[in-house]
């Protein structure tokens, strides 16, 4: 387990790491980006097994008891997130490299435990920008969105402890700068 090739990337809502890794993917199909699990309920866009594993709250925990997980965590104080183990390490086994898209709870975990692991993080322009860009979005309830930028400002203050941070100036530009990190 620890000598696992893998690349987390992290950093707070709405920065943009998911249209930066599925941009990552088209120009680089060696990439395997991890599908997580997670407790919370589907978006009016999303497909179970495509954007998350949508499981229950029971069948979740199970599988912490079961020990599926490389990681999981409790994201904006809510709901559990979390990467399985078995399909990273059968992706490896493809000669896949696998990216995951994670949190900061998430990625703390793995630096302890995934010591081969790397770590990006993913950065807005400026902060102003990052509260524009989760206005534009338009996915969530008020309620929600301000409970989306209190993580962010934890998360922007741990920027420093990532082996290389990306500032989101622009898509292209950065997965450039991500795929010459991940040696693409
Ligand atoms: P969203 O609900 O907007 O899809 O994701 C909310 C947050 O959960 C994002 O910051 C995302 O990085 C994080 N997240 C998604 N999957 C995982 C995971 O498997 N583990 C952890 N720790 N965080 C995750």
Known sequence: MNSLKLTVLAGPT????????RR????????YLSISATTRSPRENEQDGVHYHFLTLSDFNEKIENNEFLEWA???GVHKYGTL??????AIQDGH???LEID????????????????????PPSFEE???????RGTESYEDRMRRLNTAKEELASAHEFDH????????????????????
């Open 130 to 136: 990052l509260i524009t860009r989760l206005g534009i």
């Open 104 to 123: 900061l709870q998430g990625a703390r975990i793995l630096r302890e435990t995934v010591p081969s692991a790397q770590f990006v993080f993913l950065s």
């Open 14 to 21: 709405a920065v943009g790491k998911g249209t930066i890794s």
């Open 97 to 99: 490299i696998p990216l």
């Open 74 to 76: 409790i994201v904006h």
């Open 85 to 90: 183990r078995d399909p990273i390490e059968q």
């Open 165 to 184: 941070i990306i500032v989101n100036e622009n898509i292209e530009d950065a997965v450039d700068e991500l795929a010459k990190f991940m040696n693409l």
């Open 24 to 31: 990552l993917i088209e120009l680089h199909p060696e990439v």
